[in-house]
């Protein structure tokens, strides 16, 4: 039996807020209201078939719930990203159709965290910081390609990796995983 307890959750969808939830839920049942009650009253002719209409009403109460889940993911991925929440926030609700939220995701920047030998905001793709060269990732000291840190030897140039001096940290990383794996026998 599956335990959906265990299941880990995606750490993006834990970036939509309880308001944006809120709202979306909102969203669609009024938008089912209105479809479900309000149109069909004001109708002087007889509606398209009720398979039609299902797929019509659902369709575009899901549309408007996603909406309002989408506008909660960027105020919430905007800021992890030192990117103005407000302005996207703006030109998700101005441009329609759910072109702004497009234009985020093309325009985006990288996740953004902090070196932890001075603080200073780094992208996660960089390898060195660059106020105090603090080494923020496992690379190889010959091309600076992302390595990991059990590799002995770099994947791109075969470049011994032992001989760059990778900091303790990275090294325990290395040591760990290599311990966790089972050997063969």
């Known amino acids: ?25 909102a969203a669609f049942v009024g938008v089912e209201y209105y479809f479900w ?67 985020y995701f093309l325009l985006r920047a990288p996740v953004v965290s902090r070196c932890p030998a001075c603080s200073t905001h780094v992208q996660s793709d960089f390898h060195f910081c660059p106020q105090c060269d603090y080494r923020l990732s496992a690379s190889c000291g010959n091309c600076f390609r992302t390595v990991r840190g059990s590799d002995q030897f770099c994947t791109q140039c075969g470049h011994e990796l032992a001989t760059d001096h990778m900091p303790a940290r990275l090294r325990m990383l290395g040591e760990s995983s290599i311990t966790e794996r089972p050997r063969p026998g």
Do not use: T
């Open 37 to 103: 009650m309000v149109l069909p009253e004001q109708r002087h002719h007889p509606g398209p078939p009720l398979g039609f209409r299902i797929y019509f009403n659902l369709s575009w109460g899901l549309l408007a719930s996603l909406y309002f889940l989408m506008v909660g993911y960027v105020s919430k991925d905007a800021p992890r990203r030192a990117m103005s929440s407000r302005f996207w926030i703006a030109i998700c609700f101005v441009l329609p159709g759910g072109i702004g939220a497009v234009l």
């Open 1 to 25: 039996m599956l335990d959906i307890k265990n299941i880990p959750a995606d750490d993006d969808a834990r970036l939509i807020p309880i308001w944006s939830i809120v709202i979306a839920v």
